[in-house]
């Protein structure tokens, strides 16, 4: 993600959400975390990728080398969630969800922006709205942002 896209989304998160625990799914190198926390954000970042996890590591960020499910973070740990352009790479994106939604807290939110360009799955706003509904997400803006009722 580039520096423009990072601030821009980093915007759009702030504006529902100032500040708190934050967690970035699918970090990369960490150039999300790293801007949320000069934000004032507390966050981590989990990256499958052992050479993108290594780089944002090297930076000084807390970023978790795996999946989310193997990062083992508590229920209710996040204010924020973050999935920028990985929802359609996953071989089960509902897995990834409820996960998301375990650890986000009650009235926290969720965002993400899925690309469908090239990966495993295609979404169309309406079977993702119907996926995130499924697994318990409500209030859904900007087709990008789903909160987890208080």
Do not use: E, Q
């Given at each position: 993600m580039t520096g423009p896209d990072c601030h821009s989304l980093l915007s759009l998160v702030a504006g529902r959400c100032p500040s708190g625990r934050l967690l970035d799914v699918g970090c990369a190198a960490g150039d999300f975390v790293e801007l949320a926390n000069a934000r004032g954000f507390k966050a981590v970042g989990v990256e499958p990728s052992p050479k993108s996890a290594e780089m944002a590591r090297s930076r000084g960020l807390d970023v978790h080398r795996g999946d989310?499910?193997?990062?083992?973070?508590?229920?209710?740990?996040?204010?924020?969630?973050?999935?920028?352009d990985v929802m359609d790479t996953l071989r089960v994106p509902a897995d990834e969800l409820r996960e998301i939604f375990r650890v986000l807290k009650p009235g926290g939110f969720f965002f993400l922006r899925v690309r469908n360009v090239l990966h495993r799955f295609g979404?169309?706003?309406?079977?993702?709205?119907?996926?995130?509904?499924?697994?318990?997400?409500?209030?859904?803006?900007?087709?990008?942002?789903?909160?987890?009722?208080?």
């Open positions: 989310l499910r193997s990062a083992g973070f508590p229920d209710a740990a996040f204010d924020v969630v973050t999935a920028w979404f169309s706003r309406v079977a993702l709205k119907r996926i995130l509904s499924v697994v318990g997400f409500v209030d859904f803006r900007d087709g990008i942002v789903a909160a987890r009722k208080p």
